[in-house]
């Protein structure tokens, strides 16, 4: 297979809370990245759309190996807002010399719901004190 860029979307769950990240997993640059999400979907307390950040819209340049990600909310205020659970990534980027390309990723968030983990304030009573 020839190089070239190869971007993605995907949810990470970290210690109770989630993110989006756009990420370049392919060997050379993408340019003018655009993620359209199906349905759209609410962040920070439902009070932001997460699909109509700049993040989204336009990524002049994503180098290879790079990733943006950025917070949805903590995954109980976003299941318990009754957030989309099935959400379509559609994402369309070109490669330096213009060729384009485009990918469709479906998430299932659901796998997130249940998810049980421990603070690290719990884990670490030290943690977010400083000495």
């Given amino acids: 297979m ?3 860029p190869d971007v993605i979307v995907d949810f990470i769950f970290e210690d109770g ?3 989006v990240a756009v990420a370049n997993i392919g060997s050379q640059p993408a340019q003018r990245v655009h993620v ?3 349905p759209p979907f609410k962040g920070l307390g439902g009070t932001a ?3 109509e950040l700049p993040l989204f819209r336009n990524i002049e340049f994503l180098a290879p190996s790079r990733s943006i990600r950025t917070l ?3 995954s109980a205020a976003y299941f318990a807002r009754r957030e989309p659970e099935q959400v379509t990534a559609t994402i369309s980027y070109r490669d330096r010399s213009g060729q384009e390309f ?3 990723i479906q998430h299932d968030l659901t796998i997130y719901r249940d998810i049980t983990f421990v603070p690290k304030t719990e884990r670490n009573p030290a943690y977010g ?3």
């Fill in 17 to 19: 809370l989630l993110f």
């Fill in 72 to 74: 949805v909310d903590s």
């Fill in 36 to 38: 359209a999400f199906d």
């Fill in 129 to 131: 004190h400083s000495s």
């Fill in 49 to 51: 759309s997460i699909p």
């Fill in 102 to 104: 485009s990918s469709t």
């Fill in 2 to 4: 020839e190089p070239r």
